[in-house]
């Protein structure tokens, strides 16, 4: 017999944090969030101007695309290439264990949050469509599987949101699964769908409901979960340090 699909999309309110702490909330929105029969999306912002990469990511190479200047950086617990983070929009979305969407391979999950991304542009006018082939050299294996694709935006991979008449890469993703369900981390590049062309408190909403539709799930409102703050500042303090960074 089939398990339940989820019911309910819990959308948590926006916040605005560094680096560090937006990846521990987002790892602990899968670890310590469990309702069970209900999914989890969010979406937040930085607090100063911020790069992340991926778990798989060899950090003398990350070093060496940073721009000059100073960011917030840190490792994601999710793979992927480096991420720029100053004019992008960032989301994460959880997936519960035994849900279908959590159960199919990397590549239906990732084919399905950027279904939903593409299709909440396209009702603003951006024609954004799902890269529809693999790049020739370099790729990871599955999208958003951990492998080493180097930076995000410069190429776009299999199933990425791209702008249908310039070809630029808009949005791509990166997933971890383990026995607490599916957590995607996604960015959309703002300045690629026309940054001034898109509401975004509207895109915001619209996604989310596409989100729900693809869970077979109704979206509502929720609040910021009670998490513990020992644990929370425990896995900010983690994800800060040298040894995370540097344990490629």
Same mark, same amino acid.
């Given at each position: 017999?089939?398990? &339940? ?17 937006? @990846?521990?909330?987002?790892?602990? @929105?899968?670890?310590?969030? &469990? ?13 100063? &101007? ?8 060899? @950090? ?13 950086? #840190? ?18 979305? =959880? ?13 239906? +999950?990732?084919?399905? =949050?950027?279904? #939903? ?9 951006? &024609?954004?469509?799902?890269? %529809? ?14 492998? %080493?694709?180097?930076? #995000? ?44 062309? =898109? ?20 979206? @509502?409102?929720?609040?910021? %979960? ?13 994800? +800060? ?8």
């Amino acid at each position: 017999m089939d398990r &339940p699909a989820a019911v309910n999309l819990h959308v948590l309110p926006t916040r605005t944090g560094g680096a560090a702490e937006n @990846m521990a909330l987002d790892l602990l @929105m899968l670890q310590r969030y &469990p309702h069970e029969g209900e999914a989890r999306f969010r979406h937040y912002e930085w607090r100063s &101007p911020a790069f992340t990469f991926g778990l798989s990511q060899k @950090m003398g190479f990350i070093r060496a695309q940073l721009p000059e200047g100073h960011f917030d950086l #840190c490792r994601r617990p999710t793979g992927g290439g480096l991420v720029d983070h100053r004019d992008d929009w960032t989301y994460a979305w =959880v997936v519960p264990r035994g849900h279908p969407l959590e159960e199919t391979r990397a590549t239906a +999950s990732y084919l399905a =949050v950027h279904e #939903c991304l593409a299709s909440a542009l396209r009702d603003q006018g951006v &024609p954004a469509v799902l890269k %529809p082939i693999r790049a020739e050299t370099g790729e990871s294996g599955e999208p958003g599987a951990g492998g %080493p694709v180097g930076v #995000c935006f410069q190429r776009a991979e299999l199933h990425d949101v791209v702008h249908g008449d310039t070809g630029a890469k808009i949005a791509g993703a990166a997933q971890k699964r383990n026995k607490r369900g599916l957590l995607i981390q996604g960015s959309l590049w703002r300045p690629a769908a026309g940054a001034d062309a =898109v509401d975004w408190d509207r895109f915001g909403g619209d996604f989310a409901s596409r989100i729900a539709a693809a869970l077979d799930a109704e979206a @509502m409102a929720a609040p910021w %979960p009670e998490l513990d703050e020992d644990e929370v500042g425990a896995l900010v303090e983690h994800y +800060s340090s040298t040894e995370w960074l540097d344990s490629r």
